[in-house]
């Protein structure tokens, strides 16, 4: 699955050619039973979707973890395209942190791709005696070898966030990135782009706040993030503050992939904003809005505005195309970003989403839109939630798309999502013009599981992707 070579290590050597690389035959996929009243672990799902097999969109395996109500939710590798100089490297193993239980799993895929198999379980309290953190999210494969983790916060769920590190063969704990005393505070995702010494995290909430659910009054006690952290790459520790305009809960972040870049992308969730955010010329970062999603007035809903609530964004890898979920409007969009400070719409679909029509919300007032969507049916099932996780194959022609944010607050905005289990959708882009068109042959549904419907999450092919591989 890599660039063929004599000595190259895992992934490619630059964005460009991964963009070249093999279409995606099979998908990973984190399953969550975790609020769902099925008692059952979490589990890993492999799904086919190469057009050519006889089990094409079907769930192929399921390797379920040991413990229950861990809350899998995204995934990582144990090495990337930042280790692509070292040889003696191969993409073998998955990383997967649990938000709420902590524990990491590390699986192998290496062994048997379709059919992925435990290969360590690392223990919480190894995790809180090394580094006093919690709460995982975000996992990236450093070119050191090492693989570093953000968490939300400390182990009583306050929000001291930071990054555990593990070593990339045996996956002991080492410690924190971070020096010693250092935090990312509300720490959620991460970014590293070496070639300008520089770290980008991003906030959510401390877990306490989050947890069981969202409540709008910890939004007005300003107990929700604002803000990004700029890190000095080889001093391990904050050097700038971004206090965020109309930038609440900023969350995915995305440096362009061109690794000579000095600017990237954070999709801020309640403001339902895009900030670019750059490098100056005298060496300190700004943030600049570039995209508003605006609310819309709702009868019906827990608030008397809806927001778009940006949960997912992408870049394409040849960084000419950005694309983000707006989890409760229902749409995914595509814009072309060719020039960073003006990004253009070329791309808009509804695939589900709280203000359809028939349903319990009605819509007062809409800047965008003149009614509301019609409710999706994909082969016959009438899709529950919105899109949220969405991942890109290498060539940029293919989105892959599911429909779970979070177990609790899947549980609090969309309880049919709980009932009917999430799903996974693919729609095709046009890389010229830009538009998506979503392919009405293509779903898998996690409603039909074996033991209940489960909540599916972030997605990972194999040989790497455009939001787990980073180019230094």
Same mark, same amino acid.
């Given at each position: ?306 927001? /778009?609530?940006?949960?997912? *964004?992408? +870049? !394409? &890898? $040849?960084?000419?195309? =950005? @694309?983000?979920?707006?989890? %409760? ?55 529950? /939630?919105?899109?949220?996780? *969405?991942? +890109? !194959? &290498? $060539?940029?022609?293919? =989105? @892959?798309?599911?429909?779970? %944010? ?67």
């Amino acid at each position: 699955m890599s660039t063929k070579c004599g000595n190259c290590g895992p992934g490619y050597s630059t964005p460009l050619e991964a963009m070249k690389g093999p279409r995606e035959e099979i998908v990973y996929l984190p399953c969550i039973y975790r609020n769902t009243g099925t008692e059952a672990p979490d589990y890993l799902a492999t799904v086919d979707v190469d057009p050519k097999s006889p089990q094409y969109c079907q769930v192929i395996h399921r390797l379920p973890m040991p413990n229950l109500k861990d809350e899998l939710h995204h995934s990582g590798w144990n090495t990337c395209s930042s280790c692509f100089g070292d040889s003696t490297k191969s993409r073998t193993k998955l990383v997967l942190p649990s938000l709420i239980s902590s524990r990491i799993y590390v699986v192998d895929v290496g062994s048997e791709p379709r059919a992925p198999k435990l290969h360590k379980v690392i223990e919480p309290k190894d995790i809180h005696a090394k580094c006093e953190l919690a709460f995982l999210h975000t996992s990236h494969c450093l070119a050191s070898g090492e693989v570093m983790i953000s968490s939300l916060g400390d182990v009583k769920g306050n929000g001291k966030g930071g990054f555990v590190l593990l070593d990339g063969e045996t996956f002991e704990v080492k410690g924190t990135w971070e020096r010693p005393g250092g935090a990312a505070p509300l720490g959620y995702d991460f970014w590293y782009q070496p070639r300008h010494n520089v770290m980008i995290s991003t906030e959510w909430a401390a877990p306490n706040v989050l947890r069981d659910g969202f409540n709008p009054a910890d939004v007005e006690a300003g107990l929700y993030g604002s803000h990004l952290y700029v890190w000095d790459w080889q001093r391990h520790e904050i050097v700038q503050t971004l206090s965020l305009k109309d930038g609440l809960i900023p969350l995915e972040i995305r440096f362009l992939h061109n690794p000579d870049a000095a600017q990237g992308f954070v999709g801020c969730a309640l403001s339902s904003t895009i900030q670019r955010f750059y490098k100056n010329e005298g060496g300190t970062w700004s943030v600049e809005k570039v995209i508003q999603v605006p609310p819309k007035k709702v009868k019906g809903w827990l608030l008397p505005e809806m927001p /778009g609530l940006i949960t997912d *964004i992408l +870049l !394409s &890898l $040849d960084d000419r195309f =950005l @694309y983000f979920s707006n989890w %409760l409007h229902g749409d995914l969009r595509q814009y072309d970003i060719s020039d960073p400070q003006r990004p253009r719409l070329t791309g808009q679909l509804f695939l589900g989403g709280s203000i359809v029509k028939g349903g319990p919300v009605q819509v007062l007032e809409d800047q965008e839109l003149k009614s509301q969507p019609e409710p999706l049916v994909v082969k016959g099932k009438r899709v529950a /939630g919105g899109p949220q996780m *969405i991942q +890109l !194959s &290498l $060539d940029g022609k293919r =989105l @892959y798309i599911t429909t779970s %944010l979070y177990s609790a607050w899947d549980k609090q905005f969309y309880p049919d999502l709980i009932r009917e289990g999430s799903v996974m959708l693919q729609v095709d882009v046009d890389t010229v013009k830009g538009g998506l068109n979503l392919n009405p042959n293509f779903l898998v549904d996690f409603g039909k599981e074996p033991l209940g419907p489960a909540l599916a999450h972030e997605l990972r092919y194999p040989g790497g992707d455009c939001s787990s591989d980073i180019w230094i």
